[in-house]
């Protein structure tokens, strides 16, 4: 029997697009945990958020779907 859910990981991107204080909301085990938070980790600088043309911090919710076999 597989593993098969959603893992749901909270973020803040910064001013300068790096990613900080990452934390699980929802979590299914079987090592998936783990794995969201290293994929979320290791992403890209992203694109920073924006209020009237002024760059701001922003909380990013993300959902990771697994089916794993």
Same mark, same amino acid.
């Given at each position: 029997?597989?593993?098969?859910?959603?893992?749901i990981?909270?973020?803040? *991107?910064? %001013?300068? =697009?790096?990613?900080? &204080?990452?934390?699980? *909301?929802? %979590?299914? =085990?079987?090592?998936? &945990?783990?794995?969201?938070?290293?994929?979320?980790?290791?992403?890209p600088?992203?694109n920073?958020?924006?209020i009237g043309?002024?760059?701001?911090r922003?909380?990013?919710?993300?959902?990771?779907r697994?089916?794993?076999?």
């Amino acid at each position: 029997m597989g593993i098969e859910g959603m893992v749901i990981v909270r973020f803040v *991107v910064n %001013t300068d =697009g790096s990613i900080q &204080d990452i934390e699980l *909301v929802r %979590t299914i =085990g079987g090592g998936c &945990d783990e794995l969201a938070m290293e994929v979320i980790q290791n992403s890209p600088n992203w694109n920073p958020g924006k209020i009237g043309g002024r760059t701001v911090r922003s909380r990013m919710t993300m959902p990771i779907r697994f089916r794993l076999n």
